[in-house]
């Protein structure tokens, strides 16, 4: 049987991973991908969660957060992206570091 | 017949299909002058189908009175209860649907005339005055002519508004039904006289009908709040139908003045009927209100609307009179109407001698007339006042349109001659009958009916009646009756003359023309009702003729009583009737067929001189009622409350805390605001400049550099949590 | 150890192996690609969780439709396609560094948890059902309003997405 710890500590490096790609990334649609990963790993730990410790009836607690979460991910993903095309079009690139007009 | 066109579904059609004429016409309609009129005359029209129809029903339903025709819908849910609203149809509805339908289908009709619809624009005519007339040029040279009312549109709005209204008050089947018809007359009444807004006479005269209204209306509302409260509902039926309700009513003490329940119920709602009545001392509104367009004085303030005054306490009439039966004292809010109504019969038809105006003398005489019809109440002639308030507003009616007809013809001729004249001063008339003779003819009916001219005119029969009823019951209203009856006589005389025979005293009377056919027919069929109508009310003891009748009004009305009304067999009323009739007529005529000129003093002003001049000037009621009630309101709102209240105790108060408040804020700005707050604001300011330009250093505006921050802060906080709830 | 044991050692030696190279990919096709991998990864450990509808939605949602949408951004953007040169910040090191610090700390944290022993129950049938989750999410006493609240937002973002992606007529002029 697998231990609960292991699938926590895979969603632990997942989001570390992804946390990773997030800050270090120059290219936006980089940073989206590292993004992705780390919803996943939050994915991984609810459903982990439920399964170990919330499974029964009528616990569906972490199903819907689930289901929810990709609903979210989803939404989060089409506007980042169309985000991402709006700004490229303006200014012919999506390097973060050049995207700092709020600079102080 | 068709369940569908039952009576009782007609009913609720007759005031419904005037106020959608109101609401298309304001909203939709009003741009078109030709569309306006056709909403309003065909609403109109239908109306006026739709009671017939349902006053032809009502006459072949065998006991209309004890089982009315009702219809009701739930309307307001009231605590436990429903309110119920519906509408009825029993006798008294239907012979006053019938004079309310006719005379006002024949007013709208009369109405597109009288504003010169199909004349060209003035170009001087602004809304709010009356049109001023317009240049055309015709066979070569330029000609004045009327020209059509800016506002055309509005007034069918609004008398359209007031037919609804009208209806309402007559076929609800509850006082609050009633009360709000009457006062959405009142509003309509409002709007109308003060039609012309640009005059300040007619925006006077407005807001005075309303507050000297409003009066009866507030006091009316009083009577309806306790009969709810002490019956629990208002329904006529309920109320005036049940034997048991009018003798707990009339035997329960009120706590005002000894008076029952029923007396002081009673009183409250006569209260309502002197200000809509027009009766003394609440009558001083309706002469004033003739400053509105001939039309709204034939309808609103002649035939309709003042006779809903009549109506209020016709249909109370059990209520008022409860516990009294024929020889029997008289009940308090009889003996209020007889006395209230025989005095302004009286006091009424005296100003009216004295007036110059042809639509004043008109004013005075329907106050008068109203009179007659509170008094017959007053000493329990029911049916005789019903009666009279059925051909009143006929030849009431006729009478005004017929006036302002005249009034058309003669500032038609002031156009023609370029004379700047009063064209509603009689005196400014005469020899008008051979210019205007249709006008002529039907206002003649008009006139005799008023006076009473025996047994061909409708006003004989119904002032007989009164008579009659007033001779049995009490000796002093019947000879104020019969002394105004004289006069109302003289004046009809006198007006006839002045305006008709004899010769024109104005060049503008020298060109009058007859009016345009609109105008002319609605005075022939009122001319018609006006001869006629009276045939169906002729009594079974009059001579010779009351074999051949079958008094069928009197019986029909009659029936709404639960007790019978004996006719006097004297016939002490009969001769007085035709006495003071014939005479007044005859006196009139002899004494006013000689006035040669507009400038003349007047034959009884020549008589009596200063005492003319007192009745002449009303009575200086208007005055003593400015020295009474409006100088000292005035005086006090001037003097007491703001000179005085105002000025020294209320500003000086005002002042002092003021001052108060000026030294306390320099002391403050000085000793506080300065030295410590600003101090304090400033150093805030400048500290929160320089670590601000410190600070925005940190902001590179790069995310994940922020992101990165975040992170740091993240693990920071992560440690010491950990190492704290290890 | 078991064989489920050994399932999801593999698994997860995939989608964290393919993670980094999504992260670390010079070239965003690529990156996007590794992704995908990643992606599939986590389904199956879903599946190893037995909630294997999330497994399907996973497949169908990350890689049927948000990967995708990521390599059609990547395709629109030109630069990002075509750029090779490195693709991480100057001082990507910091934070390896303190990612790696903070997933030890994790981890730590996780293993002295006591409950992180817990055996699961075998799962009882109805828990899997997808009727028993659909009537929970249209349950008024559920989660109606969160589910509502949901598709409201997925609406948004739809108009959203469409209104800040479209080329207005002004800048196409310029």
């Given at each position: 049987m697998i231990p609960l710890s292991w699938y926590l500590i895979l969603a632990a490096a997942l989001m570390g991973i992804g946390l990773y790609g997030v800050i270090t990334r120059k290219n936006l649609v980089g940073a989206l991908i590292g993004l992705e990963l780390m919803l996943n790993s939050v994915n991984i730990n609810l459903l982990a969660f439920w399964r170990y410790l919330h499974y029964a009836q009528p616990e569906m607690d972490g199903l819907v957060f689930v289901a929810l979460a990709f609903v979210v991910a989803a939404a989060e993903t089409a506007v980042g992206l169309a985000l991402i095309i709006s700004a490229y079009r303006s200014r012919k690139t999506v390097d973060v570091n050049e995207m700092n007009l709020l600079k102080g | 017949m068709s369940t569908f066109l039952s009576t009782a579904n007609l009913l609720w059609f007759i005031p419904l299909v005037p106020f959608a004429a109101f609401v298309i016409i304001s909203v939709a309609a009003f741009r078109s002058r030709s569309l306006s009129h056709s909403l309003a005359l065909g609403a109109a029209g239908l109306s006026f189908i739709a009671s017939m129809i349902v006053v032809w029903n009502g006459l072949h339903l065998p006991g209309l009175a004890q089982n009315p025709v009702i219809s009701q819908i739930p309307w307001l849910p009231a605590g436990n209860s429903t309110f119920m609203f519906g509408v009825q149809l029993d006798p008294l509805t239907v012979v006053t649907l019938a004079f309310v339908a006719i005379t006002i289908l024949m007013i709208f009709i009369y109405s597109v005339g009288y504003h010169n619809f199909g004349a060209p624009v003035g170009k001087e005519d602004i809304p709010g005055l009356p049109p001023k007339g317009a240049e055309v040029k015709r066979d070569g040279h330029v000609e004045k002519v009327p020209s059509v009312e800016p506002m055309y549109a509005r007034f069918f709005a609004l008398i359209s508004l007031f037919a609804f209204a009208m209806f309402l008050l007559v076929v609800t089947d509850n006082l609050l039904g009633l009360y709000i018809g009457w006062e959405i007359m009142g509003l309509c009444s409002y709007l109308l006289i003060g039609f012309w807004y640009g005059r300040e006479s007619a925006r006077k005269a407005a807001i005075k009908a309303f507050i000297v209204t409003r009066i009866g209306d507030v006091i009316m509302l009083l009577g309806l709040a306790a009969l709810y409260a002490l019956t629990g509902t208002l329904n006529y039926q309920q109320i005036l139908a049940s034997p048991q309700t009018l003798s707990m009513l009339s035997t329960t003490a009120s706590p005002v003045a000894g008076l029952s329940w029923a007396g002081l119920i009673g009183l409250l709602l006569f209260a309502g009927t002197i200000?809509?009545?027009?009766?003394?001392?609440?009558?001083?509104?309706?002469?004033?209100?003739?400053?509105?367009?001939?039309?709204?004085?034939?309808?609103?303030?002649?035939?309709?609307?003042?006779?809903?005054?009549?109506?209020?306490?016709?249909?109370?009439?059990?209520?008022?009179?409860?516990?009294?039966?024929?020889?029997?004292?008289?009940?308090?809010?009889?003996?209020?109407?007889?006395?209230?109504?025989?005095?302004?019969?009286?006091?009424?038809?005296?100003?009216?001698?004295?007036?110059?105006?042809?639509?004043?003398?008109?004013?005075?005489?329907?106050?008068?007339?109203?009179?007659?019809?509170?008094?017959?109440?007053?000493?329990?002639?029911?049916?005789?006042?019903?009666?009279?308030?059925?051909?009143?507003?006929?030849?009431?009616?006729?009478?005004?349109?017929?006036?302002?007809?005249?009034?058309?013809?003669?500032?038609?001729?002031?156009?023609?001659?370029?004379?700047?004249?009063?064209?509603?001063?009689?005196?400014?008339?005469?020899?008008?009958?051979?210019?205007?003779?249709?006008?002529?003819?039907?206002?003649?009916?008009?006139?005799?009916?008023?006076?009473?001219?025996?047994?061909?005119?409708?006003?004989?029969?119904?002032?007989?009646?009164?008579?009659?009823?007033?001779?049995?019951?009490?000796?002093?209203?019947?000879?104020?009756?019969?002394?105004?009856?004289?006069?109302?006589?003289?004046?009809?005389?006198?007006?006839?003359?002045?305006?008709?025979?004899?010769?024109?005293?104005?060049?503008?009377?020298?060109?009058?023309?007859?009016?345009?056919?609109?105008?002319?027919?609605?005075?022939?069929?009122?001319?018609?009702?006006?001869?006629?109508?009276?045939?169906?009310?002729?009594?079974?003891?009059?001579?010779?003729?009351?074999?051949?009748?079958?008094?069928?009004?009197?019986?029909?009305?009659?029936?709404?009583?639960?007790?019978?009304?004996?006719?006097?067999?004297?016939?002490?009323?009969?001769?007085?009737?035709?006495?003071?009739?014939?005479?007044?007529?005859?006196?009139?005529?002899?004494?006013?067929?000689?006035?040669?000129?507009?400038?003349?003093?007047?034959?009884?002003?020549?008589?009596?001189?200063?005492?003319?001049?007192?009745?002449?000037?009303?009575?200086?009621?208007?005055?003593?009622?400015?020295?009474?009630?409006?100088?000292?309101?005035?005086?006090?709102?001037?003097?007491?409350?703001?000179?005085?209240?105002?000025?020294?105790?209320?500003?000086?108060?005002?002042?002092?805390?003021?001052?108060?408040?000026?030294?306390?804020?320099?002391?403050?700005?000085?000793?506080?605001?300065?030295?410590?707050?600003?101090?304090?604001?400033?150093?805030?300011?400048?500290?929160?400049?320089?670590?601000?330009?410190?600070?925005?250093?940190?902001?590179?505006?790069?995310?994940?550099?922020?992101?990165?921050?975040?992170?740091?802060?993240?693990?920071?906080?992560?440690?010491?949590?950990?190492?704290?709830?290890? | 150890m078991s064989a489920g044991q050994v399932i999801f050692l593999l698994v997860g030696a995939v989608t964290l192996g393919s993670g980094i190279a999504a992260v670390n990919a010079r070239k965003m096709l690529h990156a996007a690609l590794w992704l995908v991998l990643s992606l599939l990864g986590v389904a199956f450990i879903f599946a190893l969780l037995e909630a294997s509808f999330f497994a399907v939605v996973q497949v169908l949602v990350y890689i049927g439709a948000i990967a995708i949408l990521i390599i059609f951004a990547v395709m629109l953007s030109r630069s990002s396609l075509t750029d090779e040169g490195t693709q991480t910040n100057p001082r990507w090191w910091l934070a390896a560094l303190g990612l790696l610090i903070l997933f030890v700390g994790i981890c730590a944290a996780i293993l002295l948890w006591p409950k992180v022993t817990s055996i699961p129950a075998p799962l009882p049938a109805s828990a899997t059902d997808l009727a028993t989750l659909g009537k929970e999410l249209v349950n008024p006493n559920g989660y109606l309003v969160p589910f509502e609240l949901s598709s409201i937002l997925l609406l948004a973002t739809l108009v959203g997405a469409i209104y800040t992606a479209v080329e207005k007529k002004e800048e196409i002029k310029k």
């Amino acid at each position: 049987m697998i231990p609960l710890s292991w699938y926590l500590i895979l969603a632990a490096a997942l989001m570390g991973i992804g946390l990773y790609g997030v800050i270090t990334r120059k290219n936006l649609v980089g940073a989206l991908i590292g993004l992705e990963l780390m919803l996943n790993s939050v994915n991984i730990n609810l459903l982990a969660f439920w399964r170990y410790l919330h499974y029964a009836q009528p616990e569906m607690d972490g199903l819907v957060f689930v289901a929810l979460a990709f609903v979210v991910a989803a939404a989060e993903t089409a506007v980042g992206l169309a985000l991402i095309i709006s700004a490229y079009r303006s200014r012919k690139t999506v390097d973060v570091n050049e995207m700092n007009l709020l600079k102080g | 017949m068709s369940t569908f066109l039952s009576t009782a579904n007609l009913l609720w059609f007759i005031p419904l299909v005037p106020f959608a004429a109101f609401v298309i016409i304001s909203v939709a309609a009003f741009r078109s002058r030709s569309l306006s009129h056709s909403l309003a005359l065909g609403a109109a029209g239908l109306s006026f189908i739709a009671s017939m129809i349902v006053v032809w029903n009502g006459l072949h339903l065998p006991g209309l009175a004890q089982n009315p025709v009702i219809s009701q819908i739930p309307w307001l849910p009231a605590g436990n209860s429903t309110f119920m609203f519906g509408v009825q149809l029993d006798p008294l509805t239907v012979v006053t649907l019938a004079f309310v339908a006719i005379t006002i289908l024949m007013i709208f009709i009369y109405s597109v005339g009288y504003h010169n619809f199909g004349a060209p624009v003035g170009k001087e005519d602004i809304p709010g005055l009356p049109p001023k007339g317009a240049e055309v040029k015709r066979d070569g040279h330029v000609e004045k002519v009327p020209s059509v009312e800016p506002m055309y549109a509005r007034f069918f709005a609004l008398i359209s508004l007031f037919a609804f209204a009208m209806f309402l008050l007559v076929v609800t089947d509850n006082l609050l039904g009633l009360y709000i018809g009457w006062e959405i007359m009142g509003l309509c009444s409002y709007l109308l006289i003060g039609f012309w807004y640009g005059r300040e006479s007619a925006r006077k005269a407005a807001i005075k009908a309303f507050i000297v209204t409003r009066i009866g209306d507030v006091i009316m509302l009083l009577g309806l709040a306790a009969l709810y409260a002490l019956t629990g509902t208002l329904n006529y039926q309920q109320i005036l139908a049940s034997p048991q309700t009018l003798s707990m009513l009339s035997t329960t003490a009120s706590p005002v003045a000894g008076l029952s329940w029923a007396g002081l119920i009673g009183l409250l709602l006569f209260a309502g009927t002197i200000g809509k009545s027009a009766q003394f001392p609440l009558h001083v509104w309706l002469p004033d209100a003739m400053e509105g367009p001939t039309p709204v004085s034939a309808m609103i303030h002649a035939a309709t609307m003042v006779s809903a005054g009549v109506y209020l306490v016709a249909r109370f009439f059990p209520l008022i009179s409860a516990g009294w039966q024929p020889g029997l004292p008289l009940t308090t809010p009889m003996l209020a109407m007889a006395a209230i109504g025989a005095f302004t019969a009286l006091f009424a038809a005296s100003i009216a001698v004295t007036q110059n105006d042809i639509k004043r003398v008109l004013a005075y005489s329907t106050i008068s007339q109203l009179g007659y019809m509170v008094a017959a109440l007053g000493v329990g002639a029911y049916s005789a006042a019903v009666f009279h308030l059925f051909t009143h507003a006929f030849f009431k009616a006729l009478l005004f349109l017929a006036a302002g007809s005249v009034i058309h013809g003669m500032e038609h001729g002031a156009f023609h001659s370029k004379q700047e004249l009063d064209t509603q001063d009689m005196r400014n008339m005469g020899g008008l009958r051979k210019k205007m003779p249709l006008t002529f003819w039907t206002f003649l009916a008009g006139g005799l009916a008023l006076s009473g001219f025996p047994l061909i005119t409708a006003g004989f029969w119904s002032k007989d009646a009164i008579l009659a009823g007033a001779f049995s019951e009490s000796a002093v209203v019947f000879i104020a009756l019969a002394l105004a009856a004289l006069l109302t006589a003289f004046y009809s005389a006198r007006q006839i003359t002045l305006v008709f025979l004899g010769k024109p005293r104005s060049k503008a009377a020298e060109h009058g023309i007859e009016s345009k056919a609109t105008m002319t027919a609605p005075l022939v069929v009122l001319g018609l009702f006006a001869i006629g109508i009276g045939w169906i009310g002729i009594p079974q003891t009059f001579p010779v003729l009351g074999k051949l009748s079958t008094d069928w009004f009197a019986t029909f009305t009659g029936s709404m009583l639960s007790f019978e009304v004996s006719e006097g067999v004297s016939s002490v009323p009969l001769v007085t009737s035709l006495i003071v009739a014939l005479g007044g007529l005859l006196l009139g005529w002899l004494v006013y067929r000689k006035v040669r000129s507009a400038k003349a003093e007047d034959v009884l002003e020549a008589a009596f001189g200063s005492a003319y001049r007192f009745v002449q000037k009303k009575y200086m009621l208007d005055e003593l009622y400015d020295l009474l009630f409006i100088r000292p309101a005035a005086w006090i709102a001037d003097v007491f409350v703001s000179k005085w209240m105002d000025l020294v105790i209320i500003d000086g108060i005002i002042n002092g805390i003021g001052k108060l408040g000026l030294w306390f804020g320099y002391v403050l700005r000085n000793w506080f605001d300065l030295p410590v707050v600003n101090g304090a604001a400033d150093g805030i300011a400048g500290g929160t400049r320089k670590s601000g330009s410190f600070i925005r250093k940190l902001e590179t505006g790069r995310v994940q550099q922020y992101m990165a921050g975040a992170l740091a802060g993240l693990a920071i906080l992560f440690i010491i949590l950990y190492s704290v709830f290890k | 150890m078991s064989a489920g044991q050994v399932i999801f050692l593999l698994v997860g030696a995939v989608t964290l192996g393919s993670g980094i190279a999504a992260v670390n990919a010079r070239k965003m096709l690529h990156a996007a690609l590794w992704l995908v991998l990643s992606l599939l990864g986590v389904a199956f450990i879903f599946a190893l969780l037995e909630a294997s509808f999330f497994a399907v939605v996973q497949v169908l949602v990350y890689i049927g439709a948000i990967a995708i949408l990521i390599i059609f951004a990547v395709m629109l953007s030109r630069s990002s396609l075509t750029d090779e040169g490195t693709q991480t910040n100057p001082r990507w090191w910091l934070a390896a560094l303190g990612l790696l610090i903070l997933f030890v700390g994790i981890c730590a944290a996780i293993l002295l948890w006591p409950k992180v022993t817990s055996i699961p129950a075998p799962l009882p049938a109805s828990a899997t059902d997808l009727a028993t989750l659909g009537k929970e999410l249209v349950n008024p006493n559920g989660y109606l309003v969160p589910f509502e609240l949901s598709s409201i937002l997925l609406l948004a973002t739809l108009v959203g997405a469409i209104y800040t992606a479209v080329e207005k007529k002004e800048e196409i002029k310029k």
